[in-house]
Nanobody, 128 residues
Framework: QVQLVESGGGLVQAGGSLRLSCAAS?????????????VGWFRQAPGKEREFVAT????????YYADSVKGRFTGSRDNTKNTAYLQMNSLKPEDTAVYYC????????????????WGQGTQVTVSS
């Protein structure tokens, strides 16, 4: 069992930046197996379905992005800190959503169903 906690959301003006963090912990308390999990980032705006944002491979060496965020968002991770990150630059009002991180031992996918473990989400609001 992996527990994920997102942080770093908030209110920002269009064109601004935020960095989301996703801290992972395991019930076993070992803290040594975060590198076994691919991490995905998703977002959900009011009245809309949850959508893919980015995925980060287990080592952090491979990332994929939704076309809507490509070139503006960067996913990364620090396995020594059991934490994944989503750096969001040049934010737009349409980026407003609750952002979730997710983890799974399979290779990271673009669908919510590809992930077993989810965080509680963090709100990102971009004002125009």
């Amino acid at each position: 069992q992996v527990q994920l906690v997102e942080s770093g959301g908030g209110l920002v003006q269009a064109g601004g930046s935020l960095r989301l963090s996703c801290a992972a912990s395991e019930e076993s308390g070992s803290g040594r197996t975060f590198s076994r999990y691919a991490v995905g980032w998703f977002r959900q705006a009011p009245g809309k379905e949850r959508e893919f944002v980015a995925t980060v491979s287990r080592s952090g060496g491979t990332t994929y992005y939704a076309d809507s965020v490509k070139g503006r968002f960067t996913g990364s991770r620090d396995n020594t800190k059991n934490t994944a990150y989503l750096q969001m630059n040049s934010l737009k009002p349409e980026d407003t959503a609750v952002y979730y991180c997710a983890a799974d031992q399979m290779a990271g996918g673009r669908w919510p169903g590809d992930y077993v473990y989810w965080g509680q989400g963090t709100q990102v609001t971009v004002s125009s």
